[in-house]
């Protein structure tokens, strides 16, 4: 399973870069797709209009839905802290989504680098030719 940040799915959705479309549209084929409340508020805070606001919660509704209970939110922000002990400003959504797939055991397929500097956290590369 893999989470797919939010970076991935504005470049799937809006623009064209054809290692992104082929590899995510691979994943969704095989439904090794996972995703969590903070991408869907994140993507939803970008809709400019309800047509786009229904293609999302479309596209969501297929997934495996992963979301934060406490100890999870806890995992976040102790990740955040450690980031910040080295002198690193890490976004508290980014925190979040390493901390669920860090506790599910899944890659994140991101275009944000913030996520190489969180320990421990796997990230999925582009494998498309």
């Known amino acids: 399973m893999v989470f797919v940040d939010t970076s991935v799915w504005i470049e799937y959705l809006d623009r064209f870069n054809p290692l992104i479309k082929a590899d995510l549209a691979s994943l969704l084929r095989h439904r090794e ?9 994140e993507l939803r805070a970008g809709c400019k209009s309800h047509t ?48 669920i797939a860090l506790r599910e055991q899944c890659e994140i397929f991101t275009l944000d680098r913030d996520f190489e500097r969180i320990p421990h956290v796997k990230l999925y590369r582009v494998r498309s030719n």
């Open 52 to 99: 786009q606001v229904r293609e999302i919660l479309d596209a969501m509704s297929q997934l495996v839905y992963h979301e934060a209970d406490l100890e999870t939110w806890m995992r976040a922000g102790e990740l955040a802290a450690e980031g910040a002990s080295r002198g690193l400003k890490l976004e508290t959504g980014d925190c979040l989504l390493a901390a």
């Open 33 to 41: 797709v996972a995703t969590a409340g903070i991408v869907i508020s």
